[in-house]
């Protein structure tokens, strides 16, 4: 693990640059104590200054766990409440998974949601992914929900 000021000092930048890219996710860094530290593989890996966004694609997928349970590639950064992963991509914070199908597959229209197959909300494998309508993907939540099997028990009587 390296500080901020080992990093700038490395790529020849300034320290608040490099702290600004761990705070919007583009560079993997692991915060303690309020301080930022980066992981030695991602500055070996940028041997000098890397272009500002320009590599959030390698950035991306190098914070991707391709070894999950069933197939699943597990997202390594942050996550927001609900449990979906948090990238910055290219300058803009956005849910993992989306940024992860939209590299590999396409462009996913506005109208349309994501919809985990695998039910891991953590989970950024495009195969995993398919796009719905937000009304789809709440009735496929609901139909999972432990509530809906209790419903749907005390509905049909069993
Ligand atoms: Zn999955």
Redesign the pocket.
């Known amino acids: 693990m390296q500080s901020t000021k080992q990093v700038a000092e490395r790529w020849g930048v300034r320290r608040d640059w490099v702290i600004e890219m761990c705070r919007t996710g583009d560079l993997p860094a692991e915060q303690i104590d309020g301080r930022w530290f980066i992981h030695e593989s991602v500055v070996d890996h940028y041997k000098r200054r890397p272009r500002k966004y320009g590599n959030s694609e390698a950035l991306f997928w190098s914070r991707v766990n391709k070894s999950?349970p069933?197939?699943?590639?597990l997202w390594d950064g942050a996550h927001v409440g609900s449990g979906y992963g948090q990238a910055s991509f290219g300058g803009v914070r956005q849910v993992a998974h989306r940024v992860a199908y939209e590299l590999t597959v396409g462009p996913v229209p506005e109208s349309l949601q994501l919809n985990?197959?695998?039910r891991?909300r953590g989970?950024v494998?495009p195969a995993?992914l398919e796009p719905v309508t937000a009304s789809e993907n709440k009735r496929r939540a609901w139909e999972t929900s432990s509530l809906h099997s209790a419903t749907y028990r005390a509905m049909v009587g069993a």
């Open positions: 999950g069933n197939g699943c590639w985990h197959l695998c891991n989970c494998n995993h």
